[in-house]
């Protein structure tokens, strides 16, 4: 209790000395507020004070310095007044002497006093309203007019040969380029002008004459400027570097050149001759690429380097039309000819490479008459095509990995060259036009490789024969066939790079025209019809084997044996040719064939079958042998033709078309009694007529058929009737195979319950047939009938 009584008094007692020494804090902070607020009086007083006393010493400066300035304005306006009036002096001084330099021609001294006579006018331009300034100003003007007329009038002597006879005129001259220099901008330029106007009279009086004013003197134009700049360099260097004469008088010609020319081509009466033709441009771009390298920013293309080089090595001086072809292959900025004047004055010409460019100022006038040169660009490609298609071998040379025909690719080479040739003339309307004449050409090789394909027979003859529309092939026939697949897809190929090219280097405007669809679809046709002929061939080369098939006495075998001849027949036939056609081929037409191949043999093997006459049932066992036989050599063809990628849908195929015609043979070998039920179960999609012919087939007479038929209509009543010579589907592309169509049979009191089962037990049958022979046909047999039920029940209840 003490010690807590001690600890209260302790706490107490501080709790009272802090309340004591807050009360002092709040004490003393009133204070310095107070103090503050003091000083902040005290201190905006003495700001206002200074003040005060700041405008007090602005007005004493000003009564002060009140005279000094009005001294000042009076010294200035004496100063200017002082100088004004010596370079008044100096101005009337310098007019009087440059007055007496212009009557004396001395135009060195003119020139530069007409620069200090500048000068000093520049100085009393705000003084243009005084008399006297403008006195002055109107007699330097006349002084100038008097320069200008004697510069114009010596200048006119320069070119008539009195530079010759007087040693000081072309001193005289240069001295004369120093005034223009220092007069107007626009003196320079009408000087110029006139001197190029009067270079080229004599040019446009010369080359307007009937004789040289044609197409073939082209070059002596050009010859006549180069002569002209080459004779009078020593003269011409009076003129100043910086006037560039010799630019400006080549623009001048250029322009000049160009109106005649044009005027030349549009008042020929007939088209210009395209030797000519062809020549004159050609000297046309030669000159134009030598201006563009002398004046800046000109440089010989690499295709028109090679194609100088190529040139020089051939030797050959004579001005052929396929000589002058060959030399113009260079690199040509495309030029619209309608708009040259537009740009023209729109153009600074002053300066050599800036802003105007020679490539094509005068050969795009040719661009409007440049359909010759196409047409015969048409003919010279049709020549060579007509000259591959001679020369073609229809082999390949050994070695070769492509099969491609080596006339697809001279042909190609021949285009492109073609398209280079034109690419460097123009990229407008005439590279469209040859573009079309391409596509003509490749059309027409198009044609060409269709018309090598084998024919069928015709004519009276074959009508006789029964070989009408037959195609027969030999080995070199098939060989070449593959040839004409593989070219053609080269040439499908091809073709859209060639139209690639085109539309990425033709104008614009025509870019979206470029189209090789057409010409590619010619060249598909050529391939589905060479696929088509191969399968026609192979089929005819059948021919002779499915004949021997029917000649075969199936009625009177004995035995059942090894496969047939006409089997080893087929075997032989597709042994000798696929794995050649296979070696050819790309797989994917490798595969289409493969496909219409099966959709053409296996449909024709099982109506083969049909056409023979009276089958025993040992015959029918032999049959069946060798349709197992025939089957497994349609299967195999995929790897003679060593090209099993895409056999699936082949096999399978073949498989189930092959199933047809087993299956119409053991239906052949079922009991009589029970031939219509089999042939339901196992030929659902069967006819009357094939039926009735089957009936033929086992030997019974017409009176027997008629109660068999009876109860096959009773049953039939949901079977189709095609004929039946119908033909199977043709499948209409590689891959594709045609599903089977499976016809439920009609509900009737004795139809089979389990299609399934029937057809697993009639493939039993089919091996057992042609495996043991008619023993184990029996056996299976048996023990059908010994079964109280399942689908073949019903064939052996009477």
Known sequence: MQKIHSEIRRVDAEILTAVRQQSNSGTKAREDLAAATSAVQELM?????????????????????????????????????????HRLTMLVSAVEQLQVMASKR?????????????????HFEAYRDIPKITELREKFKSIKQVLKSHVFSDFSSLGTGKETEESNLLQQLSDACLVVDALEPSVREELVKSFCN??????????????????????????????????????????????????????????????????????????????????????????????AE?????????????????????????????????????????HDGSQHDEQDGQKDPSVPGAGFNFRGIISSCFEPHLSVYVELEEKTLMDSLEKEILEETWEIEEGSQTNILSSSIKVFVIIRR???????????????????????????YATKLFSRLPKGG??????????????????????????????????????????DNVSKMIDAQFADRVDMSEVQDEFSAVITKSLITLVHGIETKFDSEMAAMTRVPWSTLESVGDQSEYVNGINSILTSSIPVLGSLLSPIYFQFFLDKLASSLSPRFFHNIFKCKQISETGAQQMLLDTQAVKTILLEIPSLGKQTAGAASYSKFVSREMSKAEALLKVILSPIDSVADTYCALLPEGTLAEF??????????????????????????????????????????PNTSIAPAITNVASSPGAITSREDVLTRAAALGRGAATTGFKRFLALTEAAKDRKDGPFRKLFNG
């Open 106 to 122: 001395h135009y060195k001294e003119a020139a530069a006093q007409l620069e200090a006579v500048n000068q000093l006018c520049s």
């Open 458 to 499: 015709t004519g009276i003859v074959a009508a006789a024969t029964g070989i009408e529309g037959q195609i027969k092939t030999s080995d070199k026939d098939e060989r070449v066939i593959c040839y004409i697949v593989n070219t053609a897809e080269y040439c499908h190929k091809t073709c859209g790079e060639l139209a």
């Open 418 to 444: 073609s398209l280079k040739r034109c690419s460097a003339l123009t990229k407008n309307q005439t590279l469209f036009n040859l573009f079309k004449a391409f596509q003509k050409v490749l059309k027409a």
């Open 45 to 85: 007083n003495k700001i206002r004070e200074i003040k005060t006393k700041a405008e007090q010493s602005e007005t004493m400066v000003q009564e002060i310095c009140r005279d000094i300035k009005k001294l000042d304005f009076a010294k200035k306006h004496i100063t200017t007044t002082i100088t004004a009036l």
């Open 294 to 334: 002398k004046f800046g920013g000109g440089t010989r293309s690499k295709d028109a380097v090679d194609d100088s080089e190529e040139t020089e090595r051939s030797g050959n001086k004579s001005q052929t039309v396929s000589d002058i072809r060959k030399k113009y292959e260079k690199k040509l900025a495309a």
């Open 692 to 733: 009735q012919r089957l009936l033929e087939l086992k030997g019974l007479k017409k009176a027997d058929q008629q109660s068999i038929l009876d109860d096959f209509n009773k049953r039939g009543s949901g079977i189709s009737q095609s004929t039946i010579m119908a033909p199977s589907v043709v499948p209409s592309a």
């Open 198 to 291: 009067r270079e080229l009279t004599s040019y446009q009086q010369i080359f307007e004459g009937a004789e040289l004013a044609k197409l073939d003197k082209t070059e002596r134009r050009y010859a006549w400027i180069k002569r002209r700049l080459r004779t009078n360099e020593e003269i011409w260097k009076i003129f100043p570097r910086s006037w560039h004469v010799d630019y400006l008088l080549c623009i001048q010609f250029c322009k000049l050149t160009r109106s005649q020319l044009v005027e030349i081509l549009v008042s020929m009466k007939e088209k210009p001759d395209v030797a000519t033709l062809l020549m004159a441009l050609q000297r046309t771009l030669e000159f134009e690429e030598e201006l």
